[in-house]
């Protein structure tokens, strides 16, 4: 799979670019232990930090990056970010916008008199025809102070404008500074048909791999990881 960015020729030096989603893993991932103690098992146990699954969620897809540090007073919003003019018409100097408070009343995320932030796109992006991109929150990421609204847009076809991903501010309280490089949207391509799905009963050899392949996973640490899991570039743990 191509993903092909593109920005105005004004900004190239001035915006971080997308990065594959395993180079931006949290700190707290790294730092945190391998192993816990279980007072329910009175042993040593495993960790999300040796979870093929979680962590192959966060390293999936790419990243988009804040441009530019972001200042955030309990609910105001403020950066200084000196960059050119760019050339192309109608394009943003703002790395945030917002949504009103009505744009998102009838929906679960409406909170009255709170406006949605807008993270905006200095890139464009562009797959290869028949896939759109799914684009969701930073996975796991529940430390960062917003959640992103996941969103899925056809960029085989829509590749000359630049995506915008709507978010909503999680700690009104919050006085800090978000900063740059800070991943807000995480994304990846999908192909755009159907899926067929079909259902089926188990048969005598399903029946028996299901109970091997349970027992094995129950009684031997790693077995996805060592019988299952797919090659690709992985967290290491260091």
């Known amino acids: 799979m191509r993903v ?38 009175g042993r040593d146990i495993r960790t999300l930090k040796q979870c093929p699954p979680v962590v192959d969620a966060m390293t999936y897809g790419f990243m988009i990056l804040l441009p530019c540090d972001v200042t955030v007073d309990n609910g105001t919003f403020s950066w200084d970010w000196k960059i050119p003019d760019p050339v192309t018409g109608n394009h943003p100097r703002a790395p945030l916008s917002f949504h009103t408070p009505g744009q998102l009343a009838g929906s679960p995320f409406a909170t009255p008199g ?50 915008n991903f709507p978010a909503l501010w999680k700690e009104p309280e919050f006085c800090g500074v978000l900063a740059k490089g800070t991943p807000v949207a995480q994304c990846f391509a999908v192909p755009r048909a159907a899926p067929q799905l079909e259902f089926e009963a188990f048969d005598e050899k399903r029946q028996a791999a299901y109970a091997q392949t349970v027992a094995d996973v129950l009684s031997t640490p790693g077995v996805y990881r060592k019988r299952f899991r797919a090659r690709r570039g992985r967290f290491t743990g260091e």
């Open 4 to 41: 092909i960015f593109r920005c105005d020729p004004m900004l190239v030096e001035h915006l971080p670019r997308p990065v594959l989603a395993r180079g931006a893993l949290p700190d707290w991932l790294r730092a945190m232990p391998a192993t816990a103690y279980s007072a329910i098992h």
């Open 114 to 163: 709170q406006a949605a932030i807008k993270f905006n796109s200095f890139w464009t992006i562009e797959v290869e025809d028949g896939w759109s991109l799914f684009a969701t929150h930073p996975v796991n990421r529940e430390d960062l102070p917003f959640r992103l609204v996941t969103g899925l847009v056809d960029c085989d076809r829509f590749s000359d404008g630049g995506i």
